[in-house]
């Protein structure tokens, strides 16, 4: 029984047992890094094909929404790695860039005018991409988790 | 040698640019989230996903946390939470998840800073319980406690329950006295 569970749970953890593993610790404290200083976070939102929802070619389309924009995303993962293909609504316009990122790599792409953009080969775990426009405050999607 | 900070005030720190009170919020709570993950029955690395899970959600309400002095408190429900997720994701544990999302006093100890008050309840435990639980804590197998406590194997699942429900007793009591 989970409650059960719980209860062993915080007797290692008083115990000093099951510590946290220094890897895990170190990318907790690198995530402090990942701050995007006076963002707007765009949620979730429902679109056509429902959010966060596996199509049966192995894809995921989610929506983000915030501050007027919205993100949508197909998220593919194949081979352990995952690709993005993205797009902007509406198109932020001239000299704006999104930022695909993960805890351990950020990958920068030029916004065309159409809005869309895409990253290959990120590796599996925490996503988020942020949107910066001239002349407004940065967008970021919430972290969102992605595993095969 | 400084004060520890408090967690509210380090949080602010932590919003306002101030890198080593992130660090300090880190070595403060992030065993506890370890073991809150864990206790959810997640493997290493989905626990490590939930644990970083909670702190990407930190970052992005850095500055909205309601009640900054509990972030100790919100960083292990918040774990629990993404944990379940990543769970029920899973499939598999679907039936203890549901368990786990309404938890009882015990996950009170556990996402509480109550380690001490836990480990004193223990001691004052009677025997067999105060040594099984102990041994139990340190990961050995039932098999390695029968051994030590002397008794059969078949009977340290029963009196693994027993035990437990006594020290959760005693652990309501407690905080009903406070």
């Not at chain 1, 869309?116 to 949107?131: D, E, I, N, R």
């Not at chain 2, 932590?14 to 864990?38: H, I, K, N, Q, Y």
């Not at chain 2, 990961?139 to 406590?149: C, E, I, P, T």
Request: with cysteine.
């Amino acid at each position: 029984m989970i409650n059960d569970d719980y209860f062993l749970a915080a007797l290692r953890l008083a115990a000093g047992n099951d510590p946290i593993p220094g890897h895990v610790s170190a990318t907790a404290r690198d995530a402090y890094g990942l701050r995007v200083p006076q963002a707007v976070t765009a949620a979730p939102a429902e679109r056509a094909a429902p959010a966060g929802v596996r199509g049966t070619d192995g894809c995921h389309m989610i929506r983000f929404v915030a501050a007027g924009l919205t993100f949508d995303l197909e998220v593919t993962v194949g081979d352990g790695l995952i690709d993005i293909a993205g797009q902007v609504i509406p198109p932020p316009g001239e000299g704006s860039h999104v930022d695909v990122r993960t805890p351990h790599l950020t990958l920068t792409r030029r916004l065309p005018r159409t809005g869309q953009f895409a990253a290959t080969g990120l590796p599996p775990g925490w996503l988020s991409v942020v949107c910066h426009r001239p002349g407004h405050a940065p967008v970021q999607t919430r972290w969102v988790r992605i595993r095969p | 040698m400084h004060e520890p900070r408090d967690p509210g005030e380090l949080l602010t720190a932590a919003a306002d640019d101030d890198r080593t009170a992130w660090d300090e919020l880190e070595s403060r709570f992030g065993p506890r989230m370890w073991a809150v993950a864990r206790a959810c029955g997640l493997n290493e690395t989905d626990a490590a996903d939930a644990v970083q899970g909670a702190w990407l959600r930190l970052l992005e309400h850095l500055h909205t946390i309601r009640d900054p002095s509990g972030v100790g408190a919100w960083l292990a429900t918040t774990t629990r939470r993404e944990a379940m997720l990543i769970a029920r994701k899973g499939q598999t544990l679907a039936l203890r998840v549901e368990i786990a999302s309404e938890p009882d006093p015990a996950a009170a100890v556990l996402e509480a800073d109550s380690s001490r008050l836990l480990w004193k309840t223990v001691s004052s435990l009677n025997e067999p319980c105060r040594t099984l639980l102990q041994l139990l804590a340190t990961d050995l197998g039932y098999q390695q406690v029968a051994l030590r406590l002397g008794v059969p194997i078949g009977s340290v699942g029963p009196t693994r329950t027993r035990c437990l429900e006594k020290l959760r007793t005693l652990i309501q009591l407690q905080e009903t006295v406070q």
